[in-house]
């Protein structure tokens, strides 16, 4: 594609608009995550897993939070609002910005949404506290550049959390090769980042597992946002034992 993107700001817009009328599909992730009816997630992190992700941000009240490819915005708004910071959310799809928006005035919060690449958020240098990013930075070619966004614009002492999956194996090319190319201990200590901790969770993955049983065995009928839920299921459960799923943390230096 020339941009360094995966996969298309327009591709991630009709996923994002399919979901509007998809109650369903929302159901079934908060109830594997155990995340609360309000709690908007396009990704596979659990409530157990989001204080974690708090925990190791390590934010004060008035602390600036940048949440990278922040989709329809809940795990930035939560996150957020448990310490008092406040939120910037950025992502390349617009309608996965306006949906945001329109989610944090349902929930009366203030925060920022606005359009950016996880390679150039259009944020100035060293102006935030912390940023998260959250099972989204596979979807570059080059993890890289993303590393070095996020410390241009980490603040000394800033905080970085990321999620994502590492193969078990580098060599293993049944492993899609945008999840076979991250490394995020390497890549966070090749952008200058200090204290770099990468764990793995595998009660993460093993909810993961479930959620996606739940999803390849249902009828999705003419629901596009299940449909895609039951495809990906498909997609990811033949690969899913040969993936780990991590958590990152670091300090920008
Ligand atoms: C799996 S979703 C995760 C969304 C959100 N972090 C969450 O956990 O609910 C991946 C997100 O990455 C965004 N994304 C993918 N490629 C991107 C890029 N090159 N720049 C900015 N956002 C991107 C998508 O629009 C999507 O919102």
């Not at 570059?140 to 990321?162: F, H, K, N, Q, T």
């Not at 580098?170 to 201990?185: E, F, H, I, N, W």
């Not at 249902?218 to 498909?234: F, I, K, N, T």
Request: charge should be negative; charged fraction near 25%; include cysteine.
């Amino acid at each position: 594609m020339g941009t360094g993107r995966l996969l298309s700001a327009e591709y991630f817009d009709e996923w994002y608009s399919a979901m509007v009328g998809s109650p369903v599909k929302d159901e079934i992730v908060r109830r594997h995550l155990g995340l609360p009816a309000h709690l908007l997630s396009t990704s596979l992190l659990s409530w157990e897993a989001v204080g974690e992700v708090a925990a190791a941000l390590r934010l004060s009240a008035g602390h600036v939070l940048v949440d990278l490819a922040c989709g329809r915005g809940g795990y930035g708004l939560e996150v957020a609002h448990r310490s008092g910071a406040d939120l910037v959310g950025v992502d390349f799809s617009a309608e996965a910005v306006r949906q945001a928006r329109e989610y944090a005035e349902r929930l009366g919060r203030v925060a920022r949404f606005q359009v950016g690449e996880l390679t150039a958020t259009g944020l100035a240098d060293a102006s935030v506290d912390a940023v998260m990013c959250i099972d989204a930075v596979q979807f570059v070619e080059s993890a890289d550049a993303v590393y070095r966004e996020i410390r241009r614009v980490l603040a000394p002492a800033g905080r970085v959390v990321l999620t994502c999956w590492e193969p078990v194996d580098r060599g293993d090319d049944r492993v899609p090769d945008r999840l076979r190319s991250v490394d995020l201990y390497a890549g966070l200590n090749r952008a200058g980042f200090a204290d770099v901790v990468v764990d793995e969770r595998p009660g993460w993955q093993a909810v993961e597992d479930a959620l996606w049983q739940e999803a390849v065995a249902l009828d999705p009928g003419a629901d596009p946002a299940l449909r895609a839920l039951h495809d990906e299921g498909v997609r990811v459960l033949e690969f899913s034992h040969r993936i780990r799923r991590v958590i990152a943390a670091a300090t920008a230096s």
